[in-house]
């Protein structure tokens, strides 16, 4: 049999290979909140032509109604061709906005600038939404793990099982914050409501994972009393294996991937995020979730500073 | 036996109903007076539109009733003002979020129906007040003032009347074919103005709309019919806007514009078309896969998931869910959870022949064995969803409640279609191959 849970701390060293690059990238850098926390404007406008003014003058108009820090990209339509200018810059009230449209439409000779997109989003709301988010993440979190310390009460350290949920929870909260810190720096992905609702999907689910490992633990452990626990949790998570690896591979990842692939750039940053973060998610019940219990039920941390010395 | 066929019975029932539903020109029901539109009700980012979120100012007290009042009257505001289907909702306790479909440029609709829209009409004494002067009244002060007083650079003045003394309201033209509003008050304010109006003439009334001054007629003589017309340099539309604000009424409280998404129709439609094949693709690999892998369960699971999702998009049309990207995300992702529930027993049915037991022994304890992780972990994330439906409509993110929605709606479907119908089709399967014991190449094994 397949023996996973000997090389846990390799797979301990694994998950942290995924999770440090993109925090250090957020620690340097801060958190990439887009204007549904931090408060803002993001214009997108689309150009009858391909011809787009030059990012300086396109500022230009903007600092001289007043607004400072403003950013221009250009990006590609649904027609394929760059006639898109994305423009973010802080709040500003739709007369504003229809001003910078006229003024853009007479000073760059265009006819008709279409406004594909236009959200602006002021302080106040900004500060509250980020607020209630952070707590919505809290209670999730906290509301899954009573309920998973009530679903084991009848074995046990329930317990325990609760708090490696927590901690396999958390490692996949981190996945989900790296990859969003290295796609800010590779391709722009910001922090927006889409990225709270995939966090919050990826905690619902990653629930569901270790609760399967872990009932598998907990039928097992009913009539495979006498075998070590390693070997018990081993067994349970080679049963389970195929099960997670069809549900999780080919059924919810294949959903997500045809999403990310082919549903459009709108969706794209939340499929993938949510691909990694599901994927994150299976991986932890089987290599972080149950592997956690194994080193609480031998209490490893005794080792572990004595390994330390004896390889040194 | 017997059993089963009932079932099957039931489940050809549903499936037909459902069927029916998901047609694209549904009539919609209609018993006597009971009457149901059945459609699908597209979200402002598969539309197009623009959403904007109103705030009270923080430092405005403000009741629940206020705010439900204030969502009504700009409801009421917007209809009469001919902007169709606009949704005008509460969500939390100092928030209105108003849903304006296909509309890309509302500035015209949004900045009349927001202002408060409170009139008075004003005692200035000897002194007209040009236009657009702002003012300070003491209308809503527990005393009222005797003299025009000043304060903070503005002067206060003494409210006669306001908008809530009238009895109707309406646009007319005037002798020089300029817009006018026409006003009537009602019986008592009718009285307090003639009297008023009798002991003042030559004086200045001044009408003021949100304390800002609109115009400052003289009286030239007493008004007995409680009858008037504002003028004010009105065009069509101002005049029309205002004849409405009064006609609604005032909003009890002032609302700021906190945010406000539009949503191109153009991008709408393509996230629609792409988000649709997507999920195309993304359930046809599926279903190959469970066919491939299960075989004959795998089938019967691509049967259930077919019926999943005809059966959970007649819910949506039925509620009626509005769709969002992100709704269409959350059933695309509950399919996965749908197909969970079927792996988790499949794996478990292919474990009990795999020792030896009969197959409708494996069956039995294949569902038994896997219903507490199925319970479980379905229950953890209804418990997901109904948080992010809570914040989401405490913040008018309608598509994170959209979201939440579909994917609480999926969870609960997919329980349903994984216990009884691929459970039901399953057993008249097997039922109808002989000795399948023998042909462990029928379940994958």
Known sequence: MLDILGKRYYFFALSLLVILPGLIILAINGLPLAIDFSGGTILELQFPTTNLPPTEEVVQIYNEMGFREVQVQTAAGPSGQRDILVIRSPFMDEEAKNKVVSTMEERFGVEQITVNRFDSVGPVIAAQVTNRAALAVAVAALAVVLYITYAFRGIPHAFRYGVCAIIAMIHDILVVFSITGIGSVLWGWQMDSLFLTALLTVIGFSTQDKIVVFDRIRENSAFLRKLPFEKLANHSIVQTLQRSINTQLMTVEFMLLALALFGGVTLREFAVILLVGLFSGTYSSIFVAAPILVVWENKEWRTWFRKQNASA | ?445
């Open chain 2, 1 to 445: 036996m017997n059993r089963r066929l009932v079932n099957l019975i039931v489940i050809l029932i549903i499936f037909a109903l459902a069927v029916w539903i998901d047609l694209p020109n549904n009539p919609g029901i209609k018993i006597g007076s009971f009457e149901k539109k059945l459609e699908t009700v597209l979200g402002l980012d598969l539309r197009g539109g623009m959403q904007v979120i109103l705030s009270v100012p923080p430092e405005i007290a403000v009741t629940q009733q206020n705010l439900q009042d204030a969502a009504t009257i700009l409801e009421n505001r917007s209809n009469a003002l001919g902007v169709s289907e606009v949704v005008f909702q509460t969500a939390g306790e100092r928030i209105i979020v108003g849903e304006f479909p296909g509309a890309t440029d509302a500035e015209e609709v949004i900045n009349p129906i927001r202002q408060v829209g409170q009139l008075e009409f004003v005692d200035t004494g000897n002194t007209p007040l040009p236009p657009g002067t702002e003012i300070l009244t003491d209308f809503g002060l527990p005393e009222p003032v005797t003299q025009p007083t000043e304060e903070d650079g503005k002067i206060r003045y003494h409210t006669i009347l306001t908008g809530k003394d009238l009895k109707s309201v309406g646009v007319v033209r005037g002798q020089l074919n300029e817009y006018e509003v026409a006003i009537e008050f009602n019986p008592e304010a009718g009285k307090i103005f003639e009297e008023w109006t009798t002991q003042n003439v030559g004086k200045y009334l001044t009408i003021v709309l949100d304390k800002k001054v609109i115009s400052s007629p003289v009286i030239e003589q007493p008004i007995k019919d409680g009858q008037g017309v504002i003028r004010g340099g009105f065009t069509a539309e101002s005049a029309n806007s205002l004849a409405v604000q009064l006609r609604y009424g005032s909003l009890p409280i002032p609302l700021n514009i906190e945010q406000i998404r539009v949503i191109g129709p153009t991008l709408g439609q393509d996230s629609l078309e792409k988000s649709l094949i997507a999920g195309l693709i993304g359930f046809a690999i599926v279903m190959l896969f469970m066919a491939i892998y299960y075989r004959v369960p795998g089938f019967v699971a691509d049967l259930s998931l077919i019926f999943y999702a005809l059966l959970t998009f007649a819910i949506f049309k039925a509620i009626p869910v509005t769709l969002t990207l992100p709704g269409i995300a959350g059933f695309l992702l509950s399919t996965g959870s749908a197909l969970d529930a079927n792996i988790l027993i499949f794996e478990r049915l292919k474990e009990e022949l795999r020792n030896g037991r009969t197959i409708r022994q494996a069956i039995d304890l294949g569902w038994r064995r896997a219903w507490p992780s199925i319970r479980d972990s379905n229950i953890a994330a209804l418990i997901t969803s109904g948080i992010l439906f809570w914040f989401g409509s405490a913040f008018g993110a309608s598509f994170v409640k959209g979201f939440a929605l579909t994917l609480a709606l999926g969870v609960v479907v997919s329980l349903f279609t994984a216990l009884f119908v691929t459970r039901t089709l399953l057993g008249l399967f097997l039922e109808s191959i002989k000795e399948p014991e023998k042909r462990p190449e029928l379940f994958g094994i």
